[in-house]
């Protein structure tokens, strides 16, 4: 293994381990970590060449700073940073040689991803009973009651507009149909166009929870024929079936319904 050109330097270690040397004895400790950093220990030779100027004394005071092992000397806070590099330098090392991801690679994966997706829908649609071909999203339901909202208000508000679908599809969940909040509108088109209550003509009213029951009632009423013939407007000498148009002669000059 090729020697590594650096090391990581603790200073609050090394001053630790030098604080109390003598001039002459750090000089030889900081030839000693130079000569470290190369090696994973340095060689009883190697201590006896940077330590020849010293006395007894400075060398037993730096060998209380070193660490003896097998094959020589550490100085431990070296020897641990030494560690931690190679371990670093090792692992970019096999990052380099894995297999590069490329773009081609990434996109079979997507696809395949993709695809296992798919299976595994379409297998839930089918254990549910849902998912028959042609079967429309409640969302799309949703957007389609908008639509139709804008098509008899003229308006053009936002069919995709999360507060109005929103209104809509806790409809649905209660039972209402697209063509039950379709007829709803058209009871409130005829009964409030070019009245006071026009203004109120809009999504987050007639799609409301608290309108809810009682305009269901409403159109339910004139589906049914529970309000009398001769109290409807329009009709042949109060004999013919109740209209939409009947009901909201009895609707419209009642206080406010909404």
Sequence with gaps: MAKDPAFLFYPGDYLRDTQCLSEKTQVAYDRIMC??????????????????????????????????????????????SICKRRSYSDSRRENRTKKPKTYDNDMKTYVQHMENENEIVNENKVEKGKGVKGEKPKNESAIRVMEYFNQATNRRLDTNNKSYLSNIL????????????????????????????????????????????????????AREGRITTSQIKGTNGGKTKPTMEGILKLIYDKPDQR
């Design 35 to 80: 000569e470290h950093m190369r090696n994973i220990c340095i060689s009883q030779e190697q201590l006896n060449f940077f330590t020849k100027r010293l006395s007894a004394e400075e060398i037993s005071e730096l060998k209380m700073m070193l660490t003896a092992v097998d094959g020589g000397w550490q100085i431990s806070w070296v020897a641990e």
């Design 170 to 221: 806790a409809r649905f969940k209660e039972g209402r149909t697209e063509q039950g909040l379709c007829d709803i509108v058209d009871l409130k088109v005829m009964e409030w166009t070019g009245k006071e209550h026009e203004k109120y003509l809009h999504p987050d009213t007639l799609f409301a929870a608290k309108h809810s029951q009682r305009y269901y009632d409403e159109v339910q009423a």
